[in-house]
């Protein structure tokens, strides 16, 4: 059974940076798609980034040049380096993935089809 732990969440000011990581196990790491959503109060779901096992990433556009997704070698974990915070990027931040699956843009639209973490807490003030 797929199991992911995210943690690396805090408080920052406008500018700050963060670092988010997840533990994953259970999984295959030659053959799965990882990465990060995102969810702010009164807002859907967002996908930030995917990290697929053929090397394949992207990001959602906002967070293009600020944000970066790195995974250890074995994919065991994975992380999420956030620079250039700004308040438009609070919410609760969960690592996912889609086990014995590449990576596609597309999937951005389909956050059901992944397994989530519990979340980890981001706020930005201004």
């Known amino acids: 059974q797929v199991q992911l732990v995210e943690s690396g969440g805090g408080s920052v000011q406008t500018g700050g940076s963060l670092r988010l990581s997840c533990a994953v196990s259970g999984h295959r790491p030659d053959w799965s798609c990882l990465g990060w959503f995102r969810q702010a109060p009164g807002k859907e779901r967002e996908g930030v980034a995917l990290?697929?096992?053929?090397?394949?990433?992207t990001y959602t556009d906002n967070v293009k040049g600020r944000f970066t997704i790195s995974k250890e070698n074995g994919a065991n974990s994975y992380y999420l380096q956030m620079t250039s915070l700004n308040p438009d990027d609070r919410g609760m931040y969960h690592c996912v993935i889609k086990d014995r699956s590449l990576c596609y843009g597309f999937m951005f639209r389909e956050p059901e089809s992944f397994t989530w973490g519990q979340g980890t807490q981001v706020t930005v003030s201004s």
């Open positions: 990290y697929g096992s053929n090397e394949y990433i």
